[in-house]
Nanobody, 115 residues
Framework: QVQLVESGGGLVQPGGSLRLSCAASGSIFSVRAMGWYRQAPGKQRELVAVIVKGGSTNYVDSVKGRFTISRDNAKNTVYLQMNSLKPEDTAVYYC?????????WGQGTQVTVSS
């Protein structure tokens, strides 16, 4: 079974940046699409960004122009570069396939944007 381990979260001031990493225990080369998701307190988990095998990306409107998803197949790692962070970006961030696989959720990484 594939394990996905997220890292890179933390406390950052509004306007700051963070880079999240998602390391997979197995190869992601053949995975058609990978996504970053987030869950804020009291809210449902939502899809934030997707990257397909060919490199095309898509983002939820609220992060367009601020977040960038990328993948390094050689390192079996997916990244999320987050710039111009806002308090409403505060959430636990997860990576998974897209569409997600229920048995692949990891622990996530907490991102808190606050002054």
């Amino acid at each position: 079974q594939v394990q996905l381990v997220e890292s890179g979260g933390g406390l950052v001031q509004p306007g700051g940046s963070l880079r999240l990493s998602c390391a997979a225990s197995g190869s992601i080369f053949s995975v058609r699409a990978m996504g970053w998701y987030r869950q804020a307190p009291g809210k449902q988990r939502e899809l934030v960004a997707v990257i397909v095998k060919g490199g095309s990306t898509n983002y939820v409107d609220s992060v367009k122009g601020r977040f960038t998803i990328s993948r390094d197949n050689a390192k079996n790692t997916v990244y999320l570069q987050m710039n111009s962070l806002k308090p409403e970006d505060t959430a636990v961030y997860y990576c998974n396939h897209f569409p997600y696989r229920p048995d692949y959720w990891g622990q996530g990484t907490q991102v808190t944007v606050s002054s």
